[in-house]
């Protein structure tokens, strides 16, 4: 009814998903797509020149996706005839496979299965592995949403830790678990919220 120049679709929404809605839209509008942690959906809106905002979207970015959109509004948008297939065909709704993390100045893509754990620092998030760290902007939050609750528990507020990473779980003086890694030195702690998941310890 409204018939807008523009509109922002998020990958995942209830009812009907952000590719479900852009294929009724057609070419009716310019779409840009947000999504949180699509690896593979980043892939295709890069091959088929789509705009898309990655969460959590910020000022910056934004600003830079209404400046395309100024100069393409009165162009025809764009035929996402293929990006949609390539999404559909991928979007399976499962647990997030892959992790685009900052490495210094270059970026790296780095396997969910490789995460020893997350953690909150700041405004980012550490993904920590057996050989190093790198930085996400995805809050934990996000980040438990989306990863595979057979294999990552949240075990603090700012920390997710892979289950298969574990070696050991131990008790300290206050009677709270600690975990203790495979491949890292480093104990984690566990707060007494979280603390029921070892409760059988």
Not at 168 to 173: C, I, N, S
Request: some cysteine.
């Amino acid at each position: 009814e409204l018939k807008p120049d523009v509109a922002f679709l998020d990958i995942r929404m209830p009812v009907k998903d952000g590719i479900a809605v852009a294929g009724a839209i057609g070419d009716e509008c310019h779409i840009v797509f947000v999504t949180a942690y699509d690896e593979y959906a980043v892939t295709a809106f890069e091959q088929g020149a789509v705009d898309y905002l990655l969460k959590p979207v910020t000022a910056e970015r934004i600003a830079k996706v209404v400046v395309r959109l100024q100069a393409r509004v009165t162009s025809p948008p764009v035929d996402l005839a293929g990006v949609l297939r390539q999404l559909a065909a991928r979007d399976t709704g499962g647990p997030l496979r892959w992790i685009r993390a900052s490495l210094g100045n270059s970026m790296r893509l780095i396997p969910v299965d490789e995460v020893c754990y997350f953690h909150a620092e700041d405004k980012y998030t550490k993904v920590v592995t057996t050989s190093g760290e790198a930085l996400i902007r995805k809050t934990i939050r996000e980040l438990f949403d989306v990863l595979d609750p057979e294999v990552f528990w949240q075990v603090h507020r700012g920390t997710i830790v892979n289950l298969r990473a574990i070696a050991r779980v131990e008790r300290d003086y206050r009677d709270q678990p600690l975990v203790f890694l495979k491949d890292r030195p480093e104990p984690l702690t566990v707060s007494r919220t979280f603390a029921h998941l070892f409760k059988t310890m």
